[in-house]
């Protein structure tokens, strides 16, 4: 057993709520986790089993908003890793993002041994150089990781998961058996029109459903304009543990891809994802629960990367119908395919 290991995981809480998977592989088998992660996976990473602390730093070439780089930077994550001693890291990446500087930060706190995915030549940064082939899911990219390191899948399947009991939130959304629709995402590029997204939820409405609008604090307008009098405005109102407790009471949740629609597959609720190709759904869809994906994944902003859309009316999202929306909701919210998870991970 190996006695204190880091896993580290620096993006935004989507990403690290992927992560779930290969931090209770590790967890399995090691002391203690420490998870460090950015300021903006940080409520996450305080919802994922396994992990013991948590060391939060932003990491200027992964932010998408980067502080400068600073000695007085470097020397504080110095000292966060020196005093968590661990024994081992491992550092999680997506496939655009090199490993290399934080496994350079970490020599410097002493880690002994660093295993990463990474096409580069590492030198003396790395331990383990891994390679990945094809395009997995992300949670299995990680997985496969973690085994190459020797830390062998955990035995509940690899899905996502959430500390469990969640708070209760029964007095913002009614009785269990709503459809959560969660509108914004981190990027512009992602998400429909609020005028579209109105739309979806004055269907849903009108056939029957009864609907609650989730965001954040920043997203209140949004939510707002794509609420109106036909579904339950919860802009701003809830926290990530409330979110997760809204979205574990849904019979099926629409969103695009952001943060939100993993945390429905991590609570184990159906997702309706409006999907924009500018990064590959093979990698990025909600894991591990029944999906609907909708959106054109051949758009012509396929794989760019895009924040905001580089195509005249935003057409892979604009073009997803109300029926559409609706027929994928009926789908997943009937015919036995809610698996609500009321034990959970602790």
Do not use: K
């Amino acid at each position: 057993m190996t006695a204190r290991v880091l896993v580290a995981r620096l993006d935004n809480a989507g990403d690290v709520l992927l992560a779930g998977p290969c931090v209770r592989a590790v967890a399995a088998r090691a002391g203690a986790v420490t998870l460090l992660v950015g300021p903006r996976g940080r409520a996450a990473a305080d919802l994922l089993p396994g992990v013991h602390q948590v060391i939060e730093w932003c990491a200027p070439w992964i932010d998408p908003e980067p502080p400068a780089l600073t000695g007085e930077a470097v020397d504080s994550l110095v000292r966060q890793v020196s005093a968590a001693r661990p024994d081992a890291a491992l550092i999680l990446t997506s496939f655009h993002q090199s490993p290399l500087p934080l496994a350079l930060l970490l020599r410097l706190a002493g880690v002994p041994w660093i295993g990463a995915i990474s096409p580069d030549y590492p030198g003396s940064l790395l331990d383990l150089r891994h390679r990945v082939d094809g395009d997995p899911p992300e949670p299995e990219r990680a997985l496969s990781l973690a085994r190459a390191a020797g830390f062998p899948a955990p035995g509940d399947g690899g899905r996502l998961a959430v500390r469990r009991p969640l708070p209760e939130t029964g007095d913002l959304t009614g009785e269990p058996g709503y459809v959560a629709v969660h509108p914004g995402a981190s990027v512009p590029a992602r998400q429909p029109s609020a005028s579209r997204w109105a739309g979806h939820v004055r269907a849903l409405a009108a056939a029957g459903y009864r609907v609650v609008v989730t965001g954040a604090p920043a997203e209140r307008r949004l939510t707002a304009q794509v609420a109106m009098d036909n579904a339950r405005d919860l802009g701003g109102r809830t926290d990530l543990p409330e979110l997760a407790a809204v979205l574990d009471r849904a019979s099926a949740v629409v969103a695009p891809n952001t943060g939100p629609a993993h945390l429905a597959a991590a609570v184990g609720t159906p997702v309706v994802s409006l999907f924009a190709p500018v990064v590959p759904a093979a990698r990025w869809a909600p894991y591990g629960v029944p999906t609907v994906l909708l959106g054109n994944q051949d758009a012509a902003c396929r794989d760019s990367r895009a924040r905001d859309c580089p195509v005249p009316g935003h057409p892979c999202l604009e073009s997803v119908t109300p029926g559409q929306v609706l027929a994928a909701v009926g789908q997943l919210s009937t015919g036995g395919h809610r698996n609500r998870r009321t034990g959970g991970v602790s």
